[in-house]
């Protein structure tokens, strides 16, 4: 069980962001990890934490075009072990025998393309301030969508912290599978939220290249300053409610000075001595 | 469930809300009023219903600016202090005026003149209106920018319900504050007519624009005062 808990650990460190929680995927771009007839096949499900895995590929009938790095380089043989086992048990999936500790038995998955190595295109080389404008506001997306900044946050853009509708993507290039990834997630954006907004104001290839060499430069950024694994909220401390904790008492003072002038009334003073007239001195 | 909250809600609500309202301005003009309950008590008034309404209506602004030059927010946007200071400015207001809310609800469940001539229908909205100050104070804080992306998405679909060619499928992956804060208004819409919200609408803006008149009095007043 003490292995089941690391692998979900693991689970919600590398693969939620684009598996989603609860194993549902992304329709058209992240298959589906609940219910997913290829994770019968354990050898199968090493093999693509390790190598990655590129669409198209067919899961339950539907298509899926999305591309995953490969996490063999940062994930150590147990840890892709642990992870493993936990996909093939997580979310009702009956996978995992008693013995799945050792690589047991191969069903192969018929519904799967083997994992084929990524071969990346050409990528065009994007330019990062430009990325960074377009990530920020400064500069509109051609097709009318908002920036990323409306949302999402990297570490140095702001001293106090910035979008946290959406994940923080100091790191989204290591993340997402460097390059490749990334310009595959750009692509056909279909994050929960971003996939209705951004279906109607896609991004051009330009722009996609200009975010994807400004997140590269913020990932590298990071790991030089050795914040790279920082955890967000560290940055995220809510200065909101700090605005909004000394703004209101404030307007609260503004309202003194009116305070004077809601003397009592005559009805009030009537109430109060009996008469009409000012209390005589 | 999307389907009824962003879709059937919104179109049944603002039905409701134009046609009672016509209806009850043609037939019941008397009772267009928020009936006000300041001889009543003034005291708990003032620190109450000055926060509330400034900071409502100061708060309004700021979404009726998203939804009519949202490129003008997300410019402002792009600075990320800029954002800061807009989204604290509106989460103090917005505190101040929830603090205000509360404090008028207090005054018309405490103070017995005033609870004698509170209707149901008082308690519902103040009850609502708490709903609505705080799942946006609460946006506001945990799906920073709300200035930016309600430009991207509260702004096209607000148009899309009202061009009539609705696209509730743009809330759908929202998290339920942000759906309890639409919904939330949809049914403050929806129950207008039939409250003391319609007090809204006996704005007086004509002032703005009438005729100006000359006040003439029957006696000079210092001439008035030298005599007493």
New interface residues.
Partial sequence: MARAATGAELYDQHCAACHQAGGTGVPGVFPPLAGNAALADAEHVRSVIEKGLSGPLQVGGATFDGSMPPFGAQLGAAEVQSLADYLRSAWGNGFAGPSAGGGTAATPAASTPPAAPSTAPAAPAGDASVGHALF???L?FRNG???C???HAVQR??P??????GRDLTTAYDRMGQSTGLQGVLKTIAF??M???FASHPLTDAEIADLVAYLRETASAAHAHGTAGADPARFGF???????????P???AL?LI??PR?RE?A??RLRRTGRVGRPRR | MNALLFLALPYAAISLFVAVTVYRFRERPFTVSSLSSQ?LE??RL??GS??FHW?VVLILLGHLTALLVP?GV??W?????R??LL???G??????AL?GLLVLLWRRASDPRVRAVSTGMDYVVLLLLVVQLASG?WT??????GS??F???MT?YLWSILTLRP?P???????WPIQLHVAGFFVLLAVFPFTRLVHILTLPLGYLVRPWQIVVWPRRARALRRRR
């Fill in positions: 920020s506001g400064e509109r969508a908002p920036p900044s409306a949302c853009e702001s106090l912290g910035g979008g946290s509708m929960p939220v996939r209705q907004t809510n200065w909101i409610w700090l605005f909004a904790a000394v703004g209101a404030l307007l609260f309202l009116g305070w809601q009334s009805s009030e | 001889l003034r005291k003032y620190w000055i926060p900071g490129r997300i410019w946007g792009a600075v990320p202090l954002s800061w989204e604290g400015s989460a103090a207001l917005a505190l101040w603090v104070l506001a804080a945990s799906y920073r920018f930016m992306w430009a991207g998405v096209p696209r499928e743009l809330l759908v992956d929202m998290a």
